[in-house]
């Protein structure tokens, strides 16, 4: 369902990082590619992109530091990955709200360098449209921002796990996907709690579970309201 990531461009991660983090003094920005802007704190890259495409952005982090970037779909529908310094994927995002509304990520830096976010149309065919990115939040991680962390990361094996479509697999994706929803429950996440119910019902529904199923999906509808 999602594009495979070019190489991650890895020049100077290991110099170190101001306190702040805003500005690391080895970013040439005058000299960075056009193709792959840095995300700045507060400031917003609108763009436009077709059917089939896929941008790419970076961003600068310490070890220690949580960033949370939000790709708002402008009536075009798009999935978000991370990837860390190494080139590892951290998490792909791709919320169930179709083209309209925000996919947020949240990032835990566990090593200092050059972080690349993946913007990527959902639909190879789709007619253009525009989203817009932003860095909103960029602070020391908390213990907060770590459990968030774990809770994704649960919810990211619950997903590949359902994804491989048997028994086996749906029984530990309904165990993963019910840890992140623990989390989150305790976060007081409620975006990210419903999409963790959607993965719960579609689970259910295909171990042939329909009252399981409808429960978390009514879960979920009660959840959209309140939000």
């Known amino acids: 369902m999602f594009a495979s990531s070019g190489e991650l461009t ?3 991660t290991h110099l170190p990082f101001p306190a702040d983090g805003l500005s690391p003094s080895f970013v040439n920005h005058s000299q960075q590619s056009t193709d792959e802007p840095f995300l700045e704190l507060g400031k917003p890259i609108e763009r436009e992109m077709a059917g089939g495409q896929t941008h790419y952005y970076q961003l600068a982090l ?9 790709v708002d779909q402008k009536w075009f529908d798009v999935a978000v990955k991370i990837f860390a310094p190494d080139g ?3 998490t792909e995002v791709d919320n169930p709200n179709g083209k309209l509304g925000p996919e947020p990520v949240h990032i835990t830096a566990e090593a200092t360098g050059i972080y690349r976010l993946e913007v990527r149309s ?3 065919e789709a007619r253009p ?6 860095l909103v939040e960029l602070r020391p991680a908390t213990q907060l921002d770590r459990d968030r962390l774990a809770a994704r990361r649960a919810f990211d094996e619950g997903d590949r796990l359902r994804l491989q479509s048997t028994p086996d697999s ?10 992140a929803l623990t989390l989150y429950q305790a976060i007081g996440d409620k975006n990210e709690q419903y999409t963790v119910l959607i993965g719960l019902g579609n689970t259910y529904r295909k171990m042939r ?6 429960e978390r999906f009514d879960q979920a509808r009660q959840l959209a309201r309140a939000l």
């Open 122 to 124: 959902f639909e190879a």
């Open 10 to 12: 890895r020049a100077n």
């Open 209 to 214: 579970e329909p009252q399981k199923a409808l």
């Open 129 to 134: 449209g525009r989203y817009e990115v932003q």
């Open 170 to 179: 749906w029984e530990v994706a309904i165990k993963k996907f019910s840890e």
């Open 88 to 90: 590892g994927l951290i």
């Open 62 to 70: 310490n070890a220690g530091q949580y960033a949370r970037v939000v």
